[in-house]
Nanobody
Framework: QVQLVESGGGLVQTGGSLRLSCAAS?????????MGWFRQAPGKEREFVAA????????GFPDSVKGRFTISRDNAKNTVYLQMNSLKPEDTGVYYC?????????????????WGQGTQVTVSS
């Protein structure tokens, strides 16, 4: 079992930045080859935001955040980070951390095995 706890969400103005963290506990963090972030806005489906493989060799982002968001992980600290810059109102939502055993980069929600409770990000215009 893996427990994931997100932190770092909050209220920020358009153009601002936030850094989300996800602390993992339970099974050995590096056992989960891919870590990801998803978000869900009210009335919308959960969407992929970013993912990173175990050795940080591969990352993935949708076009909507590419160039603005970066993902990183520190396996020694059992933590994955999402740095969000140039935030827009459409980035508003609950951000979820997820863990997958996939050795290839997973970008679909069904590819992830464990999920955190989420942290709210609100970008004001």
């Amino acid at each position: 079992q893996v427990q994931l706890v997100e932190s770092g969400g909050g209220l920020v103005q358009t153009g601002g930045s936030l850094r989300l963290s996800c602390a993992a506990s339970g099974r050995t963090f590096s056992s989960y080859a891919t870590m990801g972030w998803f978000r869900q806005a009210p009335g919308k489906e959960r969407e992929f935001v970013a993912a990173i493989t175990w050795r940080s060799t591969n990352t993935g982002f949708p076009d909507s955040v590419k160039g603005r968001f970066t993902i990183s992980r520190d396996n020694a600290k059992n933590t994955v980070y999402l740095q969000m810059n140039s935030l827009k109102p459409e980035d508003t939502g609950v951000y979820y951390c997820a863990a997958a055993a996939s050795s290839t980069l997973a970008t679909r929600a069904r590819g992830f095995d464990y999920w955190g409770q989420g942290t709210q990000v609100t970008v004001s215009s």
